[in-house]
């Protein structure tokens, strides 16, 4: 349990350099070498429309700027690849340590495979067994059913509408919002342990 781990112990466990291996995916830091991956594959008005943060159109500063910079803020922010081929991002947004923020877009060549549900799921397991996460929210546009079945899949629960800005449409949306408690990502886990014991 993450209470019980001294912060200093704690602290050295999330400057460690992380890295997320899944059935099909792994997930780590991107650096300066992924910039050009990046920015073709952000650069899509299919892609930024659905983010709250990408501009459109997405330059390769963009994607420097934005990789150069995450140790600046309070995101974990992982590069998906697939057979060592970046495909998107997924990361937590811990502005409020107690509730972090999921985040995910993928390349439009990518979607359909489910790796945002995969690398989702990975993500959200370390956000409760490893950072102590007591639950995490989400956000998509209403117009983004595909989003809403990744959150649906991974157990979150609806839980109203707000209204977000949107970088790449300068202007005001709605949004479905999400949550995901500790109780019942547990469950979740328990209930798949159990199915996998058969
Ligand atoms: C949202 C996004 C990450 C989904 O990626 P993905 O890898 O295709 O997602 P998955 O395959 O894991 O799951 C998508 C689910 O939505 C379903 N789906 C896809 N498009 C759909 C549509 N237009 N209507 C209804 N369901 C749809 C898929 O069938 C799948 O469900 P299933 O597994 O039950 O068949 C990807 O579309 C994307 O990057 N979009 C732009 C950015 C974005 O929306 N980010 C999220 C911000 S909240």
């Known amino acids: 349990m993450l209470q019980e781990i001294p912060t200093s112990t704690q602290a050295l466990r999330e400057a460690r350099p992380c890295v997320l291996e899944t059935e099909r995916l792994t997930l780590r830091k991107p650096g300066l070498a992924d910039v050009k991956a990046i920015a073709c594959l952000a650069n899509d ?4 429309e659905m983010t709250r943060r990408l501009p459109f ?3 390769r500063d963009d994607a420097a700027r934005f990789v150069t910079t995450l140790g600046q803020s309070d995101e974990t922010v992982f590069l ?8 998107g991002i997924v990361g937590l947004d811990w502005s409020d340590r107690d ?5 995910y877009w993928l390349g439009v060549q990518h979607w359909g495979n489910g790796y945002a549900t995969e690398a989702a799921r990975a993500v959200i397991d370390l956000a409760f067994e490893d950072r102590g996460a007591k639950q995490i929210v989400a956000s998509a546009r209403v117009i983004n059913p595909a989003s809403r079945n990744v959150l649906e899949k991974c157990g979150f629960q ?17 949004v479905d919002c999400f949550r995901l408690t500790r109780g019942v ?3 979740l886990k328990s209930w798949s342990a159990t199915r996998r014991g058969r």
Request: avoid cysteine; glycine fraction near 4%; hydrophobic fraction near 40%.
């Open 45 to 48: 008005r299919r892609v930024a």
């Open 57 to 59: 159109p997405y330059t």
């Open 80 to 87: 998906i690849e697939a057979d060592d081929e970046p495909v």
């Open 99 to 103: 509730a972090p923020a999921l985040g």
């Open 158 to 174: 609806w839980t109203g509408v707000e209204l977000h800005r949107v970088e790449a449409i300068a202007s005001s949306t709605p």
């Open 185 to 187: 990502w547990s469950s």
